[in-house]
């Protein structure tokens, strides 16, 4: 049986107040399309049309090749944005699974079980329902003494019954791919908002004897759709407690999950431990046995076994295996730490790549460097990188000591070994296993100090008769 998805993501949310398109609004780091998306495709649908509208080009450029794309220029209603698809699904046969784009909550597993009750019973089409504490504004679903699926009545045309009744149409269903289309042609807008609904397809095809069914999801909130700010920070709150779920069930230590911001696409190894105040972004990968915080923030970071991260920012760097990193440091773009390196407190590397067992304990700015193994890099130590309009390569070999307060201008090369005494300034390349030094000579005047008190005590004295 081929699976097919149309997911509706035409609307332009205006209860969002906001300049950006409600679809593309994120959830724990990723847009809510693109959570939607990725259930699709996780239910092995083999085609996925997203209808769009308001913003069409914004979410088109999101997706990119993800999806194929049709277009509601008018938004006249969820069964009108449906055939905006019959060009492309119309003449398919399957099963075809119908989502919108501001429901991030739903799972994979969720909508395979959909399909499977939908296949079992041979229906025509099967809606997704769910049991809500509260219905108001939702479509309610209307059954037989048997159980069998009626129709679904929007809230604004409920009668007083109907709209006691708490299990809700999600939005969601699973339609007979042609059937769908054949139904779709047959629905009008004679209602109180004067649409197309797409939940008049349910009573047409029951009333042509086709069978109607429905699954009704455990949990309800998978079926929340987002309409304003608030749902959207309902829905964060509830994907962050499931994605803090997952990773404890697959060994990781969260010690207080309530302090803790971890986004969708995050990967974390077993016996990991997450101290609070952590917050860990957008495609981080780190690995097993590794203590991240209390208070670090990684963003697309990539971090081996056995790591130590405290009070640290790091953004698309990669730390390899045993290395330690902070507190109060700080990995720019490009940073790579091989194994078992030290960045300590107030350090910041950029474009670099160091060398296993390398250490920068402290104060200082390592950016645009290759550095070798075993290296000390001292406190107050800097690669001077920039000229105000090029930035150029340092390069430190294997084993070699670069003392604190060192000003290494760009392009140089300090070769294996070599020693750079404390506050030397250097301009040129230096071989391996050479001392340099470049600094002033120090000048002793002495009891100098005294008139130099001397002055200023009389010019204070001065300034006060004045």
Do not use: W
């Not at 994605?243 to 990967?267: L, S, W």
């Not at 078992?340 to 250490?359: M, P, R, S, W, Y």
């Amino acid at each position: 049986m081929k699976v097919m998805a149309i997911v509706l993501a035409a609307g332009q949310g205006k209860r969002m107040k906001s300049k950006l398109y409600k679809v593309l609004h994120p959830v724990c780091g990723k847009p809510m399309v693109g959570h939607v998306l990725q259930t699709v495709k996780e239910a092995n649908c083999e085609r996925t049309v997203v209808v769009v509208g308001h913003g069409a080009e914004t979410v088109q450029s999101y997706l990119g090749d993800g999806a194929e794309f049709v277009l509601q220029a008018q938004q006249l209603g969820t069964g009108h944005a449906v055939r905006m698809a019959e060009p492309l699904l119309g003449e398919e046969s399957g099963t075809t699974v119908i989502l919108y784009g501001d429901t991030p909550l739903v799972t994979a597993d969720t909508i395979k079980s959909l399909l499977e009750i939908h296949t079992k019973n041979e229906a025509a089409a099967t809606v997704l329902t769910a049991v809500v504490p509260n219905p108001q504004g939702l479509g309610r679903i209307i059954r037989d003494e048997a159980g069998n699926v009626l129709r679904i009545v929007e809230q604004k045309d409920c009668t007083p019954e109907q709209a006691a009744i708490t299990e809700i149409n999600t939005g969601m269903y699973c339609f007979d791919n042609k059937k769908l289309f054949q139904a779709l042609a047959k629905v009008t807008n004679q209602n109180a908002q004067g649409e197309y609904y797409l939940t008049d397809v349910m009573e047409i095809l029951r009333e042509a004897g086709e069978t109607v069914g429905a699954y009704c999801t455990p949990d309800y909130s998978e079926g929340i759709g987002v309409n304003d700010r608030v749902g959207l920070g309902e829905a964060e709150a509830l994907m962050r407690a499931r994605i803090v779920r997952k990773h404890q069930i697959n060994g990781v230590t969260i010690i207080d999950a309530a302090a803790t911001y971890i986004e969708a696409d995050v990967e974390i190894g077993s016996d990991t431990v997450i101290y609070p105040g952590s917050v860990l972004r957008g495609s981080t990968v780190i690995g097993e046995d590794c203590i991240i915080g209390p208070n670090a923030d990684l963003t697309d970071t990539k971090v081996g076994n056995g790591v130590t991260v405290k009070q640290s920012v790091t953004t698309e760097a990669f730390i390899g295996d045993e290395c330690a990193v902070g507190p109060f440091a700080y990995l720019r773009p490009g940073a790579k730490l091989g194994t078992g390196v030290k960045i300590g407190d107030f350090v910041e590397i950029k474009n670099a790549e160091l060398g296993e067992g390398t250490k920068v304990s402290h104060l200082a700015y390592v950016g645009d460097a290759k550095v070798g193994k075993d290296v000390n890099i001292g406190c107050g130590a800097i690669t001077v990188n920039y000229d105000g309009y090029n930035k150029s390569l340092t390069e430190i070999g294997d084993r070699a000591f670069v003392g604190s307060n060192v000003n290494l201008i760009a392009p140089v090369k300090i070769g294996d070994g070599a020693y750079v005494v404390a506050g030397s300034t250097i301009t040129q390349d230096v071989p391996e296993n050479d001392v340099a030094i470049a600094r002033e000579r120090q000048v002793n005047k002495p009891g100098y100090a005294e008139k130099l008190r001397g002055r200023a005590k009389a010019r204070k004295e001065s300034q006060s008769k004045g």
